[in-house]
């Protein structure tokens, strides 16, 4: 079976063409460069994606009389995973972070998952909030 | 009414303005940043997905990540940080300028100052800019509102999207609301290929299957209360073709159709305008037309990488103390956008000096050829794997290339792709 993808290794992004050899390993034509099989084996074998997301905020008890209600607007915190996600899994990944609450405050790179299913990813608070 | 003075005000604290101001600072000048947002950070903190920083930190950070490294490269500083305060008018007719400003918490303040930085970021192209004709229902939103209110708020705008334009920012949308759960339909671009990288059209649009139609317009949009579809029309050889028309329902329309620099107070303040760029016309020290009032960022032409922002931003606030100390650019030559460049900024390089250029490619296409010509007499010539009009590019130019220039008041250096 032919399949058709686009290497996003470079700028130049070449139109790659694979070919699925009887013993499973893959035939790439149409790259420049050697990166571009590497980036074919990757997308076709074991494709991963980074995962950024914003989680629920739990705001309110800790908060001083005097912060302003706009800052009370920041209603999400944005979070990204320590390393790419197996793209099959991110989907689930997502369903698992949307149902996460965070207490303020939070530090950037705080870990709100650690070590997600085993596979080494972490789940880090990208922003300093509260 | 509350009166400062400081040695300069930058107007705007996204990575620009907080870059410029941090040079200042380091110069030993006085200076006060102001920021209509309650935080520092600009647009960085809605721009919650990867891909910040590679050149400026060496790491992929998202942008509230990105936000929060410049600012902490802040503490120290003796800078005066007005957030959650507008700059309502800019009075720049004198030496010392003037700056008029609002906030909840000062009320009107006046700070005065001789230099100051332009830093206001851009904003983006709505529908009326590129009248779409169809009736006024509501679901039409700006792909960068959907994001600060999708990423930042915690309101998902619709269930049912059609994206209008291909930039970058409809692209991350795409992502994000189909990571949201709604449905993302089409992406629907009048040109023939993609206005944003091809990095996100392969992990924004074809790992969720979003079909993307180049060459197509949108002809209407449909929808009496709530939008309910838009209409598509082909566009074959320069007319579009009716009879192939056809319609997608949907419940939300997002608009990725281009950034335009912020540049209401600078035009106020009489700055001349490139209309290239929609930014300020500057010399060879980031120097507005107008005395002591500097440009950097979006607000000075709309960048890609934030990386560049921050570069520019540095080399603004630099040279706004250098100005401030007495120094002024020396022997210029003007730089004019050849074939195949829509704009190159700044539009004055010294001779003297290096001088760092950013120009924008009209053209996609690979194996390239930049040519810089001075007075007709090609400078220099650059191969490039590859340009497209998504992809600032860059270069940097300095006496060696620039001295045969010298006694010369009218030469002329040209940007040239082919
Ligand atoms: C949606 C989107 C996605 C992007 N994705 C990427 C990416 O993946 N990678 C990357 O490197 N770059 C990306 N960029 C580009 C980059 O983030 C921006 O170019 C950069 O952050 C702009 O910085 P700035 O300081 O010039 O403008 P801004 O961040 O817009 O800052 C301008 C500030 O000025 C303030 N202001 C304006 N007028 C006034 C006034 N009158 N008084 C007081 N304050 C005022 C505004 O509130 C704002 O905070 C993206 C940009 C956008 C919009
Ligand atoms: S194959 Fe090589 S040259 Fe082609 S896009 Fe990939 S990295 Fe770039």
């Known amino acids: ?64 009389h005097d912060r302003l209600a706009s800052e009370l607007m920041h209603e999400r915190l944005p979070v990204r995973t320590s390393a790419a996600c197996p793209k099959e899994l991110v989907p689930e990944l997502l369903q698992e972070l949307y149902k996460l609450t965070v207490n303020l405050p939070v530090r950037r790179g705080d870990a709100l998952l650690s070590n997600w299913r085993g596979l080494g990813i972490d789940v880090l608070a990208s922003r300093t909030l509260g | 009414m509350k009166e400062l003075a400081f040695d300069a005000v930058v107007i705007g604290g996204g990575a620009a303005g907080m870059a410029a101001a941090r040079e200042l600072d380091a110069a030993g000048l006085s200076c006060a940043v102001v920021e209509r947002e309650e935080s520092l950070g600009g647009i960085l903190l809605q721009c919650v997905h990867n891909g910040f920083g590679l050149i400026e930190f060496n790491e992929e950070l998202s942008g509230p990540e990105f936000a929060e490294r410049v600012e902490e490269s802040l503490s120290g500083t003796k800078l005066a940080v007005f957030t959650g305060t507008t700059v309502m008018e800019l009075d ?62 915690g309101y998902i705008p619709g269930k049912d999207t059609v994206i209008i334009g291909s930039g970058d920012i409809g692209l991350i949308m795409a992502r994000r609301m189909s990571w949201v759960g709604c449905k993302v339909h089409a992406v629907v671009e009048i040109l023939p290929y993609p206005s944003g990288l091809t990095r996100n059209v392969v992990q924004c649009l074809h790992d969720f299957n979003i079909p993307l139609y180049l060459s197509h317009l949108t002809t209407r949009i449909i929808g009496k209360e709530r939008v309910e579809g838009v209409e598509i029309t082909p566009i074959e050889n320069g007319a579009l ?14 608009l990725s159709v281009g950034l335009v620099p912020e540049n209401e107070l600078s035009k106020s303040a009489g700055v001349e305008i490139n209309p290239m760029t929609g930014g300020a016309q500057v010399d060879s020290m980031l120097m507005t037309t107008v005395p002591g009032l500097f440009a950097c960022g979006n607000v000075l032409h709309v960048h890609d990488l934030v990386d560049y922002v921050v570069e520019e931003a540095r080399r603004a606030g630099r040279n706004a103390a250098l100005w401030l100390k007495g120094a002024r650019p020396g022997s210029e030559v003007r730089v004019k956008a050849g074939p195949n460049v829509r704009y190159v900024a700044p539009g004055r390089v010294r001779i003297d000096a290096d001088n760092k250029l950013y120009f924008r490619p009209l053209v996609v296409k690979n194996d390239a050829l930049l040519e810089v010509r001075l007075d007709n007499r090609v400078i ?36 040239s792709l082919r």
């Open chain 1, 1 to 64: 079976m032919k399949t058709e993808l686009t290497c996003i290794t470079c700028p130049l992004g070449c139109s790659l063409s694979i070919e699925r050899e009887a013993d499973g390993s893959l035939t790439v034509s149409g790259n420049r460069c050697p990166r571009g099989i590497r980036y074919a084996n990757e997308e076709l074998l074991s494709p991963k994606r980074m995962v950024t997301a914003t989680v629920r905020v739990l705001s309110g008890s800790g908060a001083g």
């Open chain 2, 92 to 153: 720049a007719h004198t030496e010392t300028k003037s700056l008029f400003c609002y906030s909840a918490r000062f009320g009107v303040l006046r700070l005065n100052a001789r230099a100051v930085v332009l830093a206001m970021g851009c904003r983006e192209r709505n529908r009326g800019n590129i009248r779409i004709p169809g009736d006024r229902p509501a679901g039409v939103y700006t792909a960068g509102l959907a994001q600060r209110l999708v990423n930042v708020e």
């Open chain 2, 241 to 254: 073709v009716h009879e192939k028309a056809f319609t997608i329902a949907c419940d939300t329309v997002l």
């Open chain 2, 380 to 415: 220099m010539s650059v191969k490039k794997n590859h340009i497209q009009p998504s992809e600032m590019q860059s270069i940097v130019l300095g006496p060696k290339e620039l001295l045969a220039a010298q006694g010369m008041p009218d030469s002329v250096l040209e940007i």
